[in-house]
């Protein structure tokens, strides 16, 4: 049996990329699985693929800009599993463009997604795991939200406050709850998919051409996850090799 095994993880933004990675290696750990996301039908292939492979994983539509939906979630994973060991914040969107382009319903979303998303993901577990007296939450930043570059502002902007809202979160809720983030660097996914800016997509393709696999974000949210429960491994930070980012 390992550390995994029978852990109840809730997944957001699970139907691709890093979720999506995350879910197939958690699952094949004898984690048991919520997943959450838009996309019904790409959660419900993945929950299917998980199953075959002889894992454990359930669904449900998930939209984390709204606390309703999360709350549900939440108790979607309370009502099948029992419990709630470990909530995984990971939705995120990156449409990036330079201030000046003034695409403020990108900033928008983003400020939507990437802060809102993670504090109701918060706001909707914390009561759960205060009266277990046990869970974690783990929440994905970014090397963004350690370094502003052009055309990332707001993007990295919202990835800054993940680490603060995280930092903070974790000095308050003492000795019960451990309290992670994950900083990728460029990470094979669809997340650039959403930048509609030319001058950003271009940025975007020769940034991107040394992507590690997803697989090894998951492998360090599983690290994260193994240790004991007296140790919280507060902050990783995961580039290539060859980023001199």
Not at 1 to 27: F, Q
Not at 40 to 51: C, F, P, S, W
Not at 125 to 138: E, T
Request: proline share 4%.
């Amino acid at each position: 049996m390992t550390d995994l095994e029978n852990k109840i993880i809730l997944i957001t933004g699970a139907s691709s990329g890093i979720g999506e990675a995350t879910a197939r290696y958690l699952g094949a750990r004898g984690a048991r699985l919520m997943l959450g996301a838009r996309r019904v039908d790409r959660l419900e292939r993945l929950a299917d693929e998980i199953r075959e492979g002889g894992g454990e994983a359930s669904w449900r539509q998930l939209d984390v800009t709204s606390i309703d939906s999360m709350r549900g979630f939440v108790t979607a994973a309370q009502e099948t599993y029992g419990r709630v060991d470990v909530i995984i914040n990971n939705a995120g969107v990156m449409p990036l463009s330079k201030l000046e382009v003034l695409k403020l319903d990108e900033w928008n979303r983003m400020i939507d997604v990437n802060i809102r998303g993670v504090l109701h993901g918060i706001a909707a577990v914390l009561p759960v795991m205060q009266d277990q007296k046990a869970g974690q939450i783990i929440n994905l930043s970014s090397i963004g939200g350690h370094a502003v570059s052009p055309t990332a502002a707001v993007y990295c902007a919202t990835k800054f406050a993940v680490e603060a809202i995280s930092e903070g979160l974790r000095q308050e809720v003492g000795g019960d709850i451990r309290v992670t983030v994950i900083s990728p660097g460029v990470t094979e996914s669809d997340l650039a998919d959403s930048i509609t800016d030319p001058t950003a997509q271009e940025t975007m393709r020769t940034f991107r051409q040394d992507a590690i696999p997803a697989e090894a974000i998951a492998r360090s949210i599983a690290f994260a996850i193994e240790q004991p429960a007296t140790v919280d491994v507060s902050e990783i930070i995961v580039r290539p090799t060859a980023s001199p980012y």
